[in-house]
């Protein structure tokens, strides 16, 4: 079935691009020629005709495979139900049935191109058919991926440009070719000029369409890509190397005909010469419709961002955040390859413009851009594993966190400390220092690297043993989680009871929550409202709980809410006395979200270790509405400063007009 | 004219590398985000609906919810339906639960046309007696 679903989709995409192509192509030709140009067009135009069959036939499948695959059954290909919430109640079938449509359209136009031509003239009939499919394979981007992105125009824009561009190079290749071999006598006028016209035409048009294509690929490319390492650790990432693999075969194609054929073209025009042109399209079409192919299997391929089973096969992988910041010696040696590189450049264009050899020039330029990679890349090498890029299953909230410190108190602290610093009682013991948890996350190590240093141990001599054994997969994700807060609780020693303007640089993680009246996630107010997290004792936060009720609506404002958090007696807290309070007050369950948020109580004066980690009384903290945490405030070592609401109401104004921004980076850890 | 073609054909080197980069990614999921009752967490307030937010459009007509006691008996027989205002969000009304344990299975299909299913449990825990 999978094969049969690859096949009519690579049929159907063909169909659509050459058509279009086959059209374009014909009417850059323009007017005129000899009979046998004349019946190269009527050729194409029946090619055309043939092509829409198949379009519609092999669309006529679409709705089945898509039955089969949402219900993962082969029998529901046929079954009448399903393919009737397929069709009138899912987006694909609207889509589908207005892409069926225009495909028949084009079938008719094709049909009736005669009467058609007659009554309009060619040029318009031809601008017509290139109308309706472009439309055809247009409404195809509204059942991809960038219909599905929000904001929505960006991507859809770009996809549909791309599907055009490449349709009218791609799909035009067989018309070209059929053009080239259409007369044995094309050295005589009129077929030499048309042919002439036709291949200026269409490298301009190709040109144009390059533009495109970069342009819309830099929105695709920014919307949608994750992640490099990925290509070469998934079945998508695979496909997708062959597929680059084929276009670069396809432009070497394009250049052999540009660079070698096309000079000669200009002087004298002969069979020969397109002949041997026509060679190297029928070539580049070939390796045009594998690609095809190896793009319909792409588009049912699990997208590697979302695959589970990802598989690095290097020992290293190239990091440009992982490593350049670690000495200026890397940062130079960088810079040198890149310069070695930018001279190759300059030194090809140098020498082709000197009229030199090209292929001498061509030479030189790859030799030295090859000592620069030389030089530049190996800096940027970062020791990697199987996992590297596998992506965590569990997210990063509180409930995963804490847990994560149970998990880290039963194994880890016998070497690497209770406070994580590699100083555990074991630790003396060991052949190598355990590491020293506490330094800043950096990009040095993936959350990969972690999952497998944990299921197979810091290997054979090192004194790191494999937890596969004791602890399942979502447990390996909530200590992985648990150390990402660890570790970033000691950036956070940088918040300040003030917030620092448009300088977000700490996540806040998500929690859950349920009271008696109430329930939901923190992550719910973003993009909506700023954050005021009142963590307090009860009874001894009462105090402050009266100062926000007090002063609430001067506090909110500015699209801010307060959420109270009990740290300590909670459960004595009367619900009659929670209902008095205008704002959130959570009581139940808080454990998770108390420790979670505890790893933001360091300062550099009170660190939180082994012998400073009581909790303070009190914290206050402000999450923008883009979920970063922005300010603290702790009573006890800064007493006075949020007294004044007045100061607390302005930090949240200030936040109001701070421009959107992204929400904290791997949030959903990769 | 030589060097208008050789930027002619940098161009479009540098362009179909992007143009096949740039399909990458071009194909995701509706990825769980959030929920209520959250993955993991402990209520005593059972909840009369479960609320699933996702990070892409869903479809209705293929998008389901099923929650599963303890010995893995469903809760209820209602299906699950998209949120009229906000199309990420897939909504199940729920009868009383009992405090126990349950297990949210879902499975969504995005506007794009894929499918994502998998799960996550929550605990009602019975509520404090009041004197």
Sequence with gaps: ?670 | MRHTTNRHLWARLFASLLFLFSSAGVMAHAQYERSDPGRRSIVTRPPEVIKIWFSEQLEPAYSTIVIKDKVGEKVTEEAATVDAEDKKLLLLNLPRLEPGKYTVFYKVLSVDGHVVDSKFKFKVKPAKKTP
């Excluded at chain 1, 006529?60 to 029998?75: D, I, K, R, T």
């Excluded at chain 1, 020498?351 to 890349?377: E, N």
């Excluded at chain 1, 950096?442 to 990969?448: P, Q, R």
């Excluded at chain 1, 609506?553 to 958090?565: H, R």
Aim: proline share 5%; charged share 20%; hydrophobic share 45%.
């Design chain 1, 1 to 670: 079935m999978e094969y049969i679903s690859h096949a009519v989709n690579w049929l159907h995409a063909c169909a659509g691009l050459i058509i279009l192509g086959t059209m374009s192509v014909c009417l850059l030709s323009g007017k005129g020629g000899g009979e046998s140009t004349e019946n190269w067009r009527r050729q194409c135009i029946k090619a055309a005709l043939f092509l829409s069959i198949i379009l519609i036939l092999a669309g006529l499948g679409l709705p089945s495979l898509q039955a089969a695959f949402l219900e993962e059954n082969v029998n529901a290909a046929f079954d009448q139900k399903v393919l009737e919430i397929v069709l009138f109640s899912t987006r694909f079938g609207t889509v589908w049935m207005i892409q069926e449509s225009l495909a028949v359209l084009i079938f008719l136009t094709l049909l009736l191109h005669r009467p058609l031509i007659q009554g309009i003239g060619r040029q318009r009939f031809l601008i017509l058919m290139v109308s309706i499919t472009a439309s055809m394979l247009l409404t195809g981007s509204f059942k991809s991926h960038a219909a599905s992105l929000e904001p929505m125009w960006p991507g859809l824009l770009g996809n549909s440009l791309h599907v055009i561009a490449a349709g009218t190079w791609l799909g035009g290749l067989p018309a070209l070719f059929f053009l080239l071999r259409s007369s044995r006598n094309q050295t005589e006028q009129p077929e030499a000029a048309v042919i002439g016209r036709t291949l200026k035409r269409f490298s301009i048009m190709a040109t144009i369409m390059v533009g495109v294509i970069l342009l819309s690929g830099i929105v695709i490319g920014y919307l949608q890509v994750d992640r490099w390492g990925e290509l070469f650790s998934t079945p998508y990432g695979n496909y997708l190397i062959t597929k680059i693999a084929l276009f670069l075969m396809m432009l070497s194609v394009a250049a052999v005909i540009r660079f070698r054929y096309m000079p000669q073209f200009g002087n004298q025009a002969s069979t020969a010469i397109n002949f041997a042109i026509s060679k190297w399209v029928a070539f580049e079409t070939t390796t045009g419709i594998v690609l095809l192919a190896v793009a319909s299997v792409l588009k049912e391929t699990t997208p590697a961002s979302h695959e589970e089973v990802i598989i690095w096969p290097f020992a290293t992988r190239f990091s440009i955040e992982a490593t350049w910041e670690e000495s200026s010696d890397i940062r130079m040696q960088v810079n040198i390859g890149i310069a070695l590189i930018v001279a190759a450049i300059a030194l090809t264009t140098f020498l082709i413009r000197k009229g030199g050899s090209i292929k001498q020039a061509i030479i030189a330029g790859t030799v030295l851009a090859l000592i620069g990679l030389g030089v530049g890349l190996p800096p940027l090498g970062v020791e990697a594993y199987p996992d590297t890029y596998k992506n965590s299953t569990v997210p990063y909230i509180a409930v995963s966190i804490s847990n994560g410190e149970d998990l880290f108190r039963e194994n880890c602290i016998a070497c690497h400390g209770e406070g994580g610093r590699g100083d555990g009682p074991l630790a003396e013991s060991l052949s190598e220092p355990p590491a020293n948890l506490s330094e800043p996350h950096t990009a040095l190590h993936t959350v990969g690297d972690m999952f497998w240093w944990l299921t197979h141990g810091l290997g054979e001599g090192k004194p790191m043993p494999s937890f596969a054994a004791t602890l399942d997969e979502d447990e390996l994700w909530d200590l992985i989680n648990y150390l990402r807060a660890f570790s970033e609780g000691f950036t956070g020693r940088l918040l300040q009871p003030h917030i620092a303007p448009e300088l977000p640089f700490l996540g806040a993680p998500d929690f859950y929550y349920s009271t008696a009246s109430k329930s939901g996630n923190l992550k719910d107010l973003r993009e909506k409202k700023a954050v005021l997290l009142s963590f307090f004792s009860w009874p001894e936060g009462k105090a402050r709980l009266d100062a926000l009720k007090a002063e609430h609506d001067k506090l909110t404002g500015n699209d801010a809410i307060v959420m109270a958090i009990a740290m300590r007696g909670g459960d004595e807290m009367p619900e009659a006395v929670i209902e008095q309070y205008p704002f959130l007050i959570i009581t139940e369950e808080t454990r998770p979200i108390t420790r979670t948020y505890a790893q933001f109580r360091r300062t550099f004066k009170h660190t939180g270790d082994v012998d400073d980690k009581d909790l303070p009384m009190h914290i206050g903290f402000t999450v923008d509405r883009f979920g970063y945490l922005r300010s603290r405030w702790i009573p006890e070592q800064q007493p006075g400063i949020w007294d004044d609401i007045s100061f607390l109401a302005g930090q949240f104004a200030a936040l109001a007009k701070e421009d959107e921004i992204l929400p904290p980076p791997d949030e959903h850890v990769h």
